[in-house]
């Protein structure tokens, strides 16, 4: 399982560097077809998030990737994730989002201590009441998803509501240049043990 873990991290880091190696070449006019959107691309503001595993590896993309300048995981996969990273940390500004029901499983002491070698503000964010799957938006598959073997008491609407205000603030304080967001959400926490 551990190999194919690493596998499956390295698979996801090279296919994100592969994306934008081809946005900087339509960036360079490499693809005249493409033409509308060469003076429209910024390589120097490009911002990477993702989900679970998307997420562990948009931590290696943005240790080795000068393209990357800010980072935002949600409810990252870092166990496969080489130490090297975990121990280097992101020197990029970092947000991370995790869910309730990860903050006591094994990936949790790694993503602290990742949490705690990059260059973050503020405590490494927990939206209570959430699980690993509130992060995939499935509401948006289908209304179904709040009522559907469903552990958790927040509802599909809240959740990506927190998820989109902190995706649109973190980025455009980071990429834009916009004063930070204020996000006001009582789910949000540090879900540690002495939480109350």
């Known amino acids: 399982f551990a190999e194919r873990a690493i596998t499956m991290i390295d698979t996801f880091a090279a296919d ?11 960036a360079d006019g490499d693809y005249p077809e493409l033409g509308l959107l060469t003076d429209r691309l910024d390589m120097d503001k ?29 409810d990252p996969w870092v166990e496969p994730v080489d130490d090297i990273f975990i121990e280097t940390g992101l ?18 002491p790694r993503l602290q201590a990742l949490w705690e070698t990059s260059n973050t ?8 009441g959430s699980t690993h799957r509130d992060f995939m938006l499935l ?22 509501r927190i998820i989109e205000d902190h995706l649109a603030g973190f980025f455009s304080e980071h990429l834009l240049d916009l004063p930070p967001a204020s996000h006001e959400f009582e789910e949000l926490g540090t879900c540690l043990a002495d939480d109350t």
């Open 46 to 74: 490009i911002g990477i998030y993702g989900h679970s595993t998307g997420g562990g590896a948009a931590v290696e993309v943005c240790s080795t990737d000068d393209r990357c300048v800010a980072y935002l995981g949600l």
């Open 139 to 160: 509401s948006h598959i289908s209304p179904l998803a709040d009522y559907v073997n469903r552990p958790a008491p927040l509802l599909a609407e809240r959740m990506d």
């Open 121 to 128: 503000s503020g405590p490494l964010l927990c939206v209570k």
């Open 16 to 26: 994100i560097s592969f994306v934008l190696d081809e946005i900087e070449r339509i």
């Open 91 to 108: 020197s990029v500004p970092t947000m991370i989002l995790r869910s309730e029901a990860w903050s006591e499983r094994s990936n949790d």
